[in-house]
């Protein structure tokens, strides 16, 4: 089994950047991938200080930077391509991936979002927004998603879903807690089940 090389995208803290790298060392994906590489589009963002204390080529790539999109992507595609990347996961990375990008890596990039899709997803429902709407529409149960990546707004086909309990008296934050729980669980499993049918 050839070792598959994962690249991760985040824009932020970079936490299930870390679960992701902790489970290619020590858990569900040890020998079969390793995160080779961290791209961010935020210069600040912690995901790129836990890359570095992992030894993980990261860079960060700025759209502010390049005189147009063509450009900025195709930095991109060229790193994606120089580090022979086979999967690509999204973990709190808030740029809409190229369509380009998505085509050359159909069915290969993931994306984790914090609710029971394809409730609570769609354009502007990413952080604590999705909780809140959550919380406020009286709901008992939530959870976090593992789905392919396509062209739109968190559509692509669902790999993995796990709820969590909402109580009464829960705040969004209590449940965005809860949910990232559950993201670090579920999001090597599912990169688990995507490299078992590549
Ligand atoms: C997670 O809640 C994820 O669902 C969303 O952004 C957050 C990222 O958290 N897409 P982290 O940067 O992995 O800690």
Do not use: W
């Not at 299930?16 to 390793?34: C, D, E, M």
């Not at 990375?93 to 769609?122: D, E, T």
Request: with cysteine.
């Amino acid at each position: 089994m050839i070792v598959k090389r994962i690249c991760v995208f985040a824009s932020g803290n970079g936490s299930n950047l870390q679960s992701i790298v902790n489970s290619t060392n020590r858990g569900v994906l040890k020998g079969l991938a390793s995160v080779v590489l961290v791209i961010s589009d935020n210069n600040n963002a912690y995901a790129l200080e836990r890359a570095k204390k992992e030894n993980i080529r990261s860079i960060c790539i700025e759209d502010k930077k390049f005189e147009n999109d063509k450009f900025f992507n195709d930095v991109i595609l060229d790193e994606l391509y120089n580090m022979s990347i086979d999967i690509i996961c999204l973990a709190g990375y808030l740029k809409l991936i190229n369509k380009k990008i998505i085509k050359k890596y159909r069915g290969r990039i993931l994306n984790v979002h914090p609710s029971l899709l394809p409730k609570f997803g769609g354009k502007g429902m990413y952080g604590n927004y999705v909780h809140e709407a959550v919380v406020k529409s009286g709901e008992h149960i939530s959870g976090a998603t593992v789905h392919i990546v396509d062209e739109n707004y968190d559509t692509g086909e669902i790999i993995l879903q796990k709820k969590i309990k909402i109580f009464k008296n829960d705040t969004s934050n209590d449940v965005s807690k809860k949910v990232l729980g559950i993201e670090h669980r579920i999001y090597p499993k599912a990169i688990k089940k995507i490299i078992k049918n590549l």
